[in-house]
């Protein structure tokens, strides 16, 4: 239910329309998020690496939520979380991967996270990340 | 008549996710996958699989070639290869699969090669089980799409 309100929010301009960064090298995660947030009428763009999320923004593009995945190769969640934040990067990071909170995920929140949801990603998680972006822009 | 066919396919389709369910091959991640299918995107299930389909096989191929070096089971690597299976399978709702990948990666991590063997044996086995089963389910879907007078692409 909620996702429909948020989906009539934005097509009425009620809701200001998000951006996206998808930061994950698993082309099934891939998918399925990039599917996910255009079905919320978010517009998002994918990359598979950290790396790519940081030369992403040293190209000049900004975005208003970043799903970061945890493991990758080429740079990490944690070290692409970190190197965002020192770049002055204000978006909401939030982190995603199939390892638990019980996994030692301190690293990663501690790197910078606003959010950390347990993969996989579902409807009702994404809905609660967005609040946040929310209520981070307001 | 159409209609008639179009409904006993329809019913086909859901005593098979409902015997897959069961079975615990699938869970509820697979139904969050159904949801995000629509008119915008009448495929979307089908092609997420395949593409889960093809990742796989990749992985799994590279999982056979590590163990059966008989110089240096490279366990570092099967763990990332396993960790990126687990985390596919649990994204399309491959329970029985992903629960497998747990018990192959636990073993990798004690260097526990015959362990692994078994694993793997195990692993081939419930992906192609996952794999025949899915492919009856898209099948019996676009005959159903097709007897109900909607077109869809074919399938490979």
Redesign the interface.
Known sequence: MEDEVLKSGVASGRVQKMTALIVD?????Q??HH??LQ?LGIENQVVGNGKEAIDVHCSGKNFDLILMDL?MPVMNGIEATRKLRAMGIQSTIAGVS?RSLTDNIQEFIEAGLDDFQE?????AKLVSILRKVQNHNN | MLGLGADRLRADMNRLLALLFHQGVLDE?FL??Q??Q?ES?PN?VS??VN??FH?SEKLLRNLRALLLDTELSDYKKMG?HL??L???S????AKRVRNVCVAFRAASEQNNRAGCLRALELLEHEYCYLKNKLHELFQIEQQRALSAGIRYPMQN
């Not at chain 1, 090298?25 to 995660?29: A, I, K």
């Not at chain 1, 993969?119 to 409807?123: A, G, N």
């Open positions: 090298d698993n082309r099934v995660n998918t399925i599917r996910l079905n493991d199939s993969k996989p990603l579902t409807i | 991640q969050q996958l949801q995000l629509d995107s979307f092609e997420v593409i889960y990742e990332i960790n990126q687990m985390g596919s649990s994204s399309i709702g």
